[in-house]
């Protein structure tokens, strides 16, 4: 699942390093992606929705089984 979940992040990478961001995989465990925001996304206020609305939705969308993305 890992794998997986790394493949999906990999695919959604470019974009926040356009921005001066990046994401960083910390663990899988029961559906719930556990990530780390860095660079620019790690104190932008909006990296909330980036969070949600992007990387969870991207992720989501690839493996149906994840059942949220959350920040650590």
């Not at 794998?3 to 719930?32: C, F, H, M, T, Y």
Request: glycine content about 10%; hydrophobic content about 40%.
């Amino acid at each position: 699942m890992k794998e997986k979940v790394q493949s999906a992040l990999n695919e959604i990478r470019p974009s926040l390093q356009a921005d001066g961001g990046d994401v960083e995989l910390v663990d899988v465990e029961d559906g719930i992606v556990k990530v780390r925001l860095t660079g620019a996304c790690g104190g932008c206020p909006m990296s909330q929705m980036t969070l949600k609305q992007g990387i969870e939705a991207h992720v989501k969308k690839k493996i149906p089984e994840i059942v949220s993305v959350e920040s650590v």
